[in-house]
């Protein structure tokens, strides 16, 4: 039985606190917070702390904040040669204090407080110092029923680069999307289905060989049209600057 301690109350943090809750073979031992009102609506079912210096032995201790805080944080903590893992995708292993067996544990998924995250879905990508902390952190991974990937600091933050991609440019484009058709009263759940049909695409096709559209075909009259039909300069920007980075991806002319 594993048994951890949580370090943080922010999304992840309070997402991977109900994974590990319903997970076999894991203990949340403790709950930290800086602020204990964040988490005393859990008092009931785990221990929790504001005091750094209360904190009990366990296996794993997970510190889920924001980047700018895991350096300082690690530093606070009152004991050394454990393990401790911080879940960012784009902070350093090295920024854990050299007093503890260091690590990465990074869920590579977008968490929003209210919504529901299937942690079965959910990669982990691990880092360690000390191949010994290695099993450990695989079984972790493997209770939550995650699969896990082995990353070094420069493929994480590859992966962490790409997922803002993916995920929040993705995600600005769907808002300008929903403000074009709010612009002409339309059901911006019209276009929900091609959102879907285009994630279940590159399941069996590299983004590549799916592109579609008047960039990949140079429909110069489509393309006009449309930049001329934006009206915020912003949104004719991003339009053109997409339009040529498909146009050079598929050996179009400028």
Aim: proline share 3%; glycine share 4%; aromatic share 6%.
């Amino acid at each position: 039985m594993l048994s951890v301690v949580l370090i943080g109350a922010g999304n992840v943090a309070t997402h991977l606190y109900k994974a590990l809750k319903k997970a076999k073979d894991v203990t949340v031992l403790q709950w930290y917070n800086r602020n204990l009102k964040a988490i005393s609506p859990f008092k009931n079912d785990v221990n929790v702390t504001n005091n750094l210096d209360n904190l009990k032995q366990a296996d794993i201790y997970i510190i889920a904040v924001s980047d700018d805080a895991i350096k300082a944080l690690s530093t606070q903590l009152p004991f050394k040669n454990k393990l401790v893992v911080h879940t960012s995708g784009s902070v350093s292993l090295h920024d854990l204090d050299k007093k503890h067996r260091r690590g990465v544990f990074y869920p590579l998924q977008t968490f929003t407080k209210n919504a529901d995250i299937d942690f079965t879905e959910v990669p982990i990508c691990i880092e360690i110092e000390n191949k010994e902390d290695l099993k450990t952190l695989k079984e972790l991974s493997g209770a939550l029923g995650c699969r896990h990937y082995r990353v070094n600091s420069d493929q994480r933050a590859a992966l962490h680069l790409a997922a803002v991609f993916v995920n929040n440019f993705t995600n600005q484009l769907y808002r300008i999307g929903h403000e074009i058709t709010e612009s002409k009263s339309v059901d911006f759940n019209i276009l929900k289905p091609l959102i879907k049909e285009t994630a279940n695409k590159i399941e069996s096709l590299s983004p590549y060989m799916t592109q579609t559209g008047p960039a990949k075909r140079d429909d110069k009259k489509t393309i006009k049209k449309h930049i001329k039909a934006l009206d915020k300069d912003i949104h004719k920007d991003i339009y053109e600057l997409l339009t040529k980075s498909i146009k050079l991806t598929h050996g179009k002319k400028l």
